[in-house]
Every structure is written in C-alpha cells, then in structure tokens.
C-alpha cells in the first residue's frame, strides 16, 4: 500500500522523493528550456537534413554546421530531462558547446560572408531565429547553476574528549 500511496501523492503534484535535486528541466522554467531546446533540435535537424539532401554543395559547411547545431540541441535536451549527475553534465557540455558555436559561427558569419553562403541555425548570432540561439544557452547555463546541488552541510566537529583527570 506505501507504493499505491506514493503514487497517488506525484498524481496529485507532490515529487517522487521530496528533497533530491531533480533534473534541471523538471522546473517549471526547466520545462520550457527543455521545450524551447527539443523545438530547436526538431528545427534544426529538419532543416538541416533538407539542406543536405537537396542542395549540399551550394554551402556544405553551413548545411552541415545547421545538423552539428541540431545534434548539439538533442543532447542539451537530453541531459535537461536526464537529471541525476550525468545528464547534468551533458547538458552543461552541449549548451556549452552550443554558446561557443553560436558565438564563434555568428561572429565568422558577420565577418566573412563569403564563407556562408547560405545561413546556419547560428550565423549571425541566430538572427533568423530572433536571436534565440544566442540566448538558449545562456538562459541553459543560469538554469542549471540555479539548481545544481546544493552541497551538503559542513559535519560538525567531533565531540571533545572529557579534560584527563590528574
């Protein structure tokens, strides 16, 4: 019966174990990260994979930059729902990656156009996108330092031994 009512608790909103560090995307900002990032990897690798079926060598190293981005979404999303330690970890990696990719892409893509022909998910710091490639990550970072483990308190010292009698 403990089962049947621990159960019935989460049914009704209360957490599966009161007092653990869930995954970042179990928050209700959390939710909508995971929900704007899985957006973005289904955009991404959709586009992606028109551009490389259908017009590849008009701007290989965009189309392909557009499915690295699309990947890199996917894992970020993947560790935000994942939790527990190593999906914190590969979320912290993918959105990491991701705010080095949009910002070295964005910065390239504005100052050498002739390199992209055609746009990225990230070229010009996701300009076709509202600039939220720029933003995701940023945003992903805060949320997984916002809820990262809190450390346990310190222990306290040892009890002192009783002075030796004389």
Do not use: H, N
């Amino acid at each position: 019966m403990p089962d049947q009512r621990r159960r019935e608790d989460r049914a009704l909103g209360a957490p599966a174990v009161a007092g653990t560090g869930g995954a970042p995307g179990g928050t209700g900002a959390g939710r909508v990260l995971v929900a704007v990032s899985g957006t973005f990897a289904l955009a991404a690798g959709a586009r992606a994979a028109v551009q490389l079926g259908t017009r590849f060598s008009e701007a290989p190293v965009a189309y392909l930059l557009s499915a690295f981005a699309a990947v890199v979404y996917v894992l970020a999303t993947v560790g935000l729902v994942r939790g527990g330690r190593g999906g914190r970890r590969l979320a912290l990696v993918a959105i990491t990656v991701e705010l080095v990719g949009v910002l070295t892409v964005g910065t390239l893509s504005l100052a050498d156009r002739a390199a992209f022909p055609d746009e990225t998910v990230w070229s010009a710091y996701g300009r076709g996108y509202y600039f939220v490639p720029l933003v995701l990550p940023v945003l992903g970072l805060l949320l997984l330092r916002r809820t990262g483990q809190k450390s346990p308190p310190p222990k306290s010292p040892p009890p002192k031994s009783p002075p030796p009698a004389s």
